[in-house]
């Protein structure tokens, strides 16, 4: 079964830092896409970058990427110059290929500090 | 603009009245999810839907029931409601083909049960 874990509940950065938010997965699967997902104070879901499990390139989108560890099954996202605005919650999420599930971790809240 | 909505975005109601919280996109997307979000767990999925008139559980379907008989609409029903089905509920879509695609979700409705 897949399973998602983000082991940091809460993560303090100061503004214009960088920050990385760590998470690991389990599957039988070898294929998969990873996903990480931002959720304000506002509540909206927002997606940020995705990692295909057999993209050979760490996936980058503007000050986010995400260092893809396959043999460590992590795919920790990389926050470059934390801005006011990136205090929210972060999700990791994965999708197995023939899965229909997706399954979430419980969340890292990052606070950057001013 | 492509979008995921659900309704209502609030609803306080009390324990055994049934409610249906509508979800609707127009993306012409074949998946549709549900799933609930409670502090310290992340997002569970409740029930999903690969196409219209196919559905099934997720990890978390007690209490709830779905339906898809239109590809743009999924609604979510609790015919009994309890107090431990309060929650902030999400209503997400993607196209079918896993696992290289987001989901898309919807603003969330938040229910209070009583």
């Known amino acids: 079964a897949q399973k998602i874990t983000q082991t940091q509940p809460g993560m303090f950065v100061q503004e214009k830092e960088a920050v990385t938010l760590d998470c690991t997965y389990d599957?039988?699967?070898?294929?998969?896409?990873l996903f990480w997902y931002k959720q304000p104070s506002s509540g909206e879901m927002i997606f940020l970058i995705y990692?295909?499990?057999?993209?050979?390139q760490n996936a980058t989108e503007g000050r986010y990427s995400l260092n893809f560890q396959k043999a460590r099954k992590s795919a920790n996202l990389v926050i470059s110059a934390s801005q006011l605005g990136d205090s929210a919650m972060y999700f990791c999420?994965?999708?197995?290929?023939?899965?229909?599930?997706?399954?979430f971790g419980p969340g890292t809240r990052l606070s950057v500090l001013p | 603009e492509a979008q995921v909505t659900q309704n209502p975005r609030y609803l306080i109601t009390v324990t055994g009245k049934k409610l249906t919280v509508t979800c609707s996109q127009n993306m012409n997307h074949e998946y549709m999810s549900w799933y609930r979000q409670d502090p310290g767990l992340g997002l569970r999925q409740i029930y999903y839907s690969m196409n219209v008139e196919v559905t099934d559980k997720g990890d978390v379907p007690e209490g709830y029931k779905v339906s898809r008989k239109e590809k743009r609409n999924f609604p979510l029903i609790l015919e009994s409601p309890s107090p431990n089905q309060t929650s902030l509920y999400f209503c997400?879509?993607?196209?079918?083909?896993?696992?290289?695609?987001?989901?898309?979700f919807g603003p969330g409705t938040r229910l209070t049960v009583l």
């Open positions: 999420a994965m999708r197995e290929t023939y899965g229909q599930n997706f399954v």
């Open positions: 997400a879509s993607s196209p079918k083909f896993f696992p290289y695609n987001e989901q898309f």
């Open positions: 599957t039988s699967d070898q294929s998969y896409g």
């Open positions: 990692q295909g499990s057999y993209d050979e």
